[in-house]
């Protein structure tokens, strides 16, 4: 988008955010102007990963357009984003023919495939260079989406190829995907659009984590979560999974007739109305809105390039947030494409080079468990040492008994290991055909390997529970939770120290992190005073952490963070819970009645209570200071990281200053990092990240000017 049009943008949201904040809030005149505001910013933070505004504010202004709505309901329009949640779907789904049928890509596994699809691209289109368009293979669900008049009209599953079903509803709750879009400013009137649904390695992890908290088997990678989720017949549970979507391919246009002539009326050769490339459509549909990969194209001519960009992307791979399992190559020219043609089964025009295969074979040797923060046990399977896509696989998570029932996962079996990026590995099968008849069935713990307590299994869970809440392994792991890094961000009081000192009866108890005695923790070998004293400022800091940090710490069974920010929300101070019985609670946006219950009976818990009321009186802030949701954030959505000796910050004020205005500090050179700040004597992570094109190297007066700008 031009700058002009951001700054009008900009401008425009400034103004609504004022009307909003004052008595009269925003008038029915301005609707248009605030959907558009909205879209705007939705586009910002969903596709480019670079909001504008904070949450809260976009909340604010959310909520405006919801209250004009419901007093004028004739205002209300289909591309509103407000109806992106849709009214549930029938009892199955409808299916639709798609516009042209969806194919498939061709496979190549190594250099030589793709040298073989260059020879017979040259030979069918008579050039010897061919201009390639290459990218990632988006490793997800794939749809298909109609646009009529600008319009998203509906939004289909892959199906059998010819026909998908009909998903429109849960479609709308992917928010890369825009409602509407200008396509006829482009001349384009009916588009149909190719893409994948994916859902990002970190959502999928929250989600899993989540299930096998509540006793579900999890799901085994985020591929079939995202195609599961596509399925679900509650628009409301999709757009809980956070599901995106990137966008591939136009198959299907019409032109809009005015395109079609000049200004005089005289009629134009398609030539000059017709699309020419496949890079030129990545482009429309980016600057459209939505999530093309515009940026991670790249268009090369000749296969050596090609051959060349896969392998560097495939060392990418890892840093991304989202699985990818290959590249697709397609030869850029529209017209080439038409003369090459396609099978079947492919077009011929394109191919998927596959990169290697992240699943191995392994001996299971024995089987240990893990005592979770609320009780939970979770079985994990020690397997022979195995490298799988780079990494070496030693412990597999077998998530629970009936996990292992279902697969007949046996000791000294030889099993199928699968990994999925950052994804826990897991067990696809044993196979079975190599068993000799010495594998041993696994037996499942009658009592808690941590306390001894005998084990309890709820009937509709797959989890069996330790319900000593003085459990050592439970307790240690709500300690772990509340220093980690999501949730109070204690940074200094690792595992290992909270290990430390717990044995030592120096921290059994959540108030006892707000208690520790400085001198005694100096006196033990390892540590020094510089240590102990960022030790202490790195705890003391956490006292004025915001209040859904807070809630979330607590480790309250089913409030994850996006939980915690709505309770948070409703809130003046976390003691005002104790006010609101399960049915105010489920009068709360997306509170259920699980969620209710749980938060309802750890605030009738006089122990909890004590807790927090014990930690406010250590200065633990449990008010909620809502300037905390609309900071400066200039830096929202920023990533930075610090290397060599600066002269003028110490390094933690300097990461304080970063979160502070909104932005993030991460710990190693990938292309998630936007902003590398370099001191003196600086080393390999400078070197690393000049090889990233998209990471800025900044110096310290640099880093101090951006901060200060505001
Ligand atoms: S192009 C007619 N581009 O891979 C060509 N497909 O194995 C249409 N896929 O069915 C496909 N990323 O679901 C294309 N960048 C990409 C892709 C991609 C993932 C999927 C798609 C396709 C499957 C073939």
């Known amino acids: 988008m031009e700058n002009e049009k951001i700054k009008n943008l900009q401008s425009k949201t400034k103004q609504l955010l004022q009307e909003a904040q004052s008595g009269s809030g925003i008038l029915p005149k301005e609707i248009e102007t605030l959907r558009s505001v909205l879209q705007f910013h939705e586009n910002r933070y969903y596709v480019l990963d670079n909001p504008l505004i904070s949450d809260y504010e976009y909340d604010m202004l959310y909520k405006q357009l919801e209250k004009l709505e419901k007093e004028n309901p004739d205002l209300i329009v289909a591309d509103s984003p407000t109806q992106r949640v849709g009214k549930g779907l029938t009892a199955s789904f409808p299916t639709v023919p798609h516009l042209v049928p969806m194919l498939s890509l061709d496979n190549s596994y190594d250099s030589d495939d793709l040298i073989d699809f260059d020879r017979k691209a040259r030979e069918l289109t008579g050039l010897e260079v061919i201009e390639y368009c290459v990218e990632p293979k988006f490793d997800g669900a794939s749809i298909s989406l109609v646009y009529e008049n600008n319009q998203l009209g509906r939004g289909a599953t892959r199906g059998d190829g010819v026909r998908g079903d009909d998903i429109t509803p849960n479609i709308k709750q992917i928010r890369t995907i825009p409602l509407s879009a200008n396509f006829l400013d482009y001349g384009l009137q009916t588009v149909e659009i190719r893409g994948e649904v994916l859902i990002n390695k970190n959502n999928f992890k929250k989600f899993n984590d989540a299930l096998i908290e509540q006793g579900i088997s999890p799901l085994a990678n985020p591929r079939n979560a995202a195609s599961g989720s596509l399925r679900i017949k509650d628009p409301l549970e999709v757009s809980r999974r956070k599901l995106e979507a990137f966008v591939y391919h136009i198959s299907y246009y019409t032109v809009d007739d ?11 050769s398609s030539t000059n ?3 020419s490339s496949h890079s030129q459509s990545l482009e429309i549909l980016w600057n459209l809105g939505f999530r093309s990969p515009q940026k991670e194209k790249r268009v090369l001519k000749g296969i050596q390039a090609v051959i060349e960009y896969c392998n560097e992307f495939e060392v990418e791979r890892e840093n991304l947030p989202y699985e990818i399992d290959g590249m697709v190559i397609k030869v850029n020219d529209f017209e080439l494409q038409d003369k090459m043609g396609m099978t079947t089964h492919h077009p011929r025009w394109a191919i998927a080079y596959k990169f290697k295969a ?26 022979e040492p195995v490298p799988i896509g780079g ?38 099968k044993p196979l079975t055909e190599l068993r000799t008849g010495t594998e041993q069935a696994i037996r499942f713990p ?73 001198e005694a923790i100096g006196a033990l070998e390892g540590f020094g005073k510089k240590s102990v004293d960022n030790l ?38 976390i003691l005002d819970l104790q006010n609101f019985d399960e049915e105010a609670l489920q009068n709360l946006e997306d509170v259920g009645p699980k969620v209710a219950s749980s938060v309802y009976s750890f605030f009738q818990n006089d122990d909890n209570i004590k807790m927090l009321k014990k930690l406010q009186s250590l200065g633990v802030q449990l008010q909620n200071d809502k300037k905390q949701f609309v ?53 390999s992570k400078l070197e690393k990240a000049k090889k990233i094109n998209s990471i800025k190297i900044i110096s310290e007066d640099q880093f101090l000017k951006m901060i200060h700008k505001d």
């Open 391 to 428: 990494v070496t696989v030693g412990s597999v998570s077998l998530f629970n008994e009936d996990n292992i029932r279902e697969k007949d996962i046996r000791i000294g079996d030889t099993v199928l290991v699968e990994r999925a990026g950052d994804v826990i590995p897991y067990i696809v």
């Open 358 to 383: 992240r699943q191995a074979t392994s001996k299971l040797l024995r089987v240990e468990y893990q005592v979770g923060r609320t009780g939970n046990i979770g079985p994990v399977a020690k397997i």
């Open 631 to 683: 900071p400066g954030g200039s830096l929202k959505g920023q990533t930075f990281l610090f290397t060599g000796t600066m002269n003028q910050l110490k390094r933690s004020e300097a990461e304080a200053m970063v979160e502070a205005q909104g932005g993030q500090i991460v710990s190693g050179v990938s292309s998630k990092l936007a902003y590398l700040v370099v001191g003196d004597d600086a080393g």
């Open 273 to 275: 109305y017709q699309l």
């Open 536 to 573: 202490k400022a790195a705890i003391e800091a956490t006292k004025k952490q915001p209040l859904h940090r807070l809630i979330f710490a607590l480790g309250i069974r089913f409030v994850g963070e996006t939980m915690a920010k709505t309770l948070a929300h409703a809130i003046n101070n």
């Open 446 to 518: 009658t009592n808690c390997p941590s306390c001894g307590d005998e084990l309890y299994r709820v009937a509709e869970e797959a989890a069996w529970r330790c319900t000593n809440i003085n459990c050592p392994a439970q307790i240690l792991e709500r300690l772990y939770h509340f220093t980690s890094k999501d949730a109070m961000d204690i940074r200094g009081l690792g595992e290992a120290n909270i290990k430390k000192f717990y044995n030592l009866g120096w921290l059994q108890s959540i108030p006892q992190i707000y208690q520790l005695d400085y």
């Open 258 to 268: 005015s395109k079609k002539k000049d200004k005089s009326g005289n009629q134009l």
